[in-house]
């Protein structure tokens, strides 16, 4: 007899590593002192924030065979992501992120994904492919494209997916983590983009990444271009002046931000992410998903922390409320 297979809400793939965040704000980094310790990685918080929103979820991705890795694997349980997929990969130590901190809006990098990163490392044939395509939301990044055989696996996956169910394309353009400098040129990439919103029902991205997928930078453009491009949903950050999402059947959402003090603006985009999944899936409309997924982010710019610090249902609705964070 076949064992069912588990559905999950949200399944996400690609990116994960450990962020060490200084413990000090407004200095460079050769003057910190000391680092908290995070799990990290778009995808990864993707999964972990809508686990927090009461979602069941689980990633797909790869780690180093070393102490990191076991520390991602343990804290993905901790935090109530299923870590089934996600395994170590013997040669590629598990990635460190370093960022600087400098509110309210700068807030520099630094990856350490060398010689590569495993999450790169993730095959066609190792996928589950029945529970991807059962998945209420299946969640990609850019990232994903930026080499093989991350790059086949991502398409085969989305290809998967079909028209079942949410397939959300987080378009995520990063030129420092695609291993290929000659990739890091957005002519260079866009036809992957382009490949990767043919399957996918939502797109998601600033404006910095949705010129990188269309070539085009004004908002209400590049959300009508990816509309074009395949999508039924764009939704476009536009940092200060919040958000905007244009749904195929004419439905406009305008949103502002929600005002907060920001301690690191880091890990906004992958509450945003996670309470984006959480409203598609409770079946909102646009606006209310919008606003709901604003105030997901306002939480997570106003702490140190990404992972650790995914906002509760309830913790959305006091800032919704305006309760301060």
């Known amino acids: 007899m076949v064992e069912p297979v588990q559905q999950f809400d949200v399944i996400s793939m690609g990116r994960i590593g450990v962020d060490l965040y200084p413990l000090q704000s407004g200095v460079p980094l050769a003057q910190v002192?000391?680092?908290?310790?995070?799990?990290?990685?778009?995808?990864?918080?993707?999964?972990?924030?809508?686990?927090?929103?009461g979602r069941s979820?689980?990633?797909?991705?790869?780690?180093?065979?070393?102490?990191?890795?076991?520390?991602?694997?343990?804290?993905?349980?901790?935090?109530?992501?299923?870590n089934r997929w996600v395994t170590p990969i013997e040669?590629?130590?598990?990635?460190v992120t370093f960022c600087e901190l400098f509110p309210p809006d700068d807030f520099p990098l630094y990856f350490y994904?060398?010689?590569?990163?495993?999450?790169?490392e993730i095959h066609t044939d190792e996928l589950d492919y029945f529970a991807i395509r059962s998945a209420?939301?299946?969640?990609?990044?850019?990232?994903?494209?930026?080499?093989?055989?991350?790059?086949?696996?991502?398409?085969?996956?989305?290809?998967?997916?079909?028209?079942?169910g949410t397939t959300v394309f987080d378009l995520d353009w990063r030129p420092a983590l695609w291993n290929d400098t000659a990739w890091a040129d957005p002519e260079e990439a866009r036809p992957y983009y382009a490949e990767a919103l043919r399957h996918a029902t939502v797109a998601v991205g600033n404006l910095d990444e949705c010129e990188v997928a269309t070539g085009i930078r004004e908002p209400h453009a590049c959300a009508e271009a990816l509309l074009a491009a395949g999508v039924e949903l764009a939704v476009v950050k536009l940092g200060p002046k919040g958000v905007l999402a244009v749904h195929r059947d004419g439905t406009t959402a305008e949103v502002p931000p929600v005002?907060?003090?920001?301690?690191?603006?880091?890990?906004?985009?992958?509450?945003?992410?996670?309470?984006?999944?959480?409203?598609?899936?409770?079946?909102?409309?646009?606006?209310?998903?919008?606003r709901y997924a604003n105030a997901a982010g306002a939480h997570v710019a106003a702490r140190l922390a990404c992972s650790a610090a995914m906002p509760t249902p309830a913790e959305v609705d006091g800032l919704l409320n305006g309760v301060a964070p």
């Open 113 to 120: 994904r060398h010689p590569k990163a495993p999450d790169l």
């Open 136 to 164: 209420g939301i299946f969640w990609i990044t850019g990232t994903g494209l930026s080499d093989e055989p991350s790059r086949s696996a991502t398409l085969a996956a989305l290809k998967c997916r079909d028209t079942s």
């Open 91 to 95: 040669d590629c130590p598990t990635p």
């Open 33 to 53: 002192r000391s680092f908290g310790k995070f799990l990290g990685g778009s995808a990864a918080n993707i999964a972990v924030a809508a686990a927090r929103l």
């Open 259 to 290: 005002p907060v003090e920001v301690v690191n603006g880091l890990g906004a985009g992958d509450a945003f992410g996670g309470a984006l999944c959480h409203g598609l899936l409770s079946g909102w409309e646009l606006e209310r998903t919008v």
């Open 57 to 82: 979820t689980a990633v797909i991705t790869r780690t180093g065979a070393d102490p990191f890795g076991t520390y991602l694997h343990q804290t993905l349980t901790d935090l109530g992501v299923d």
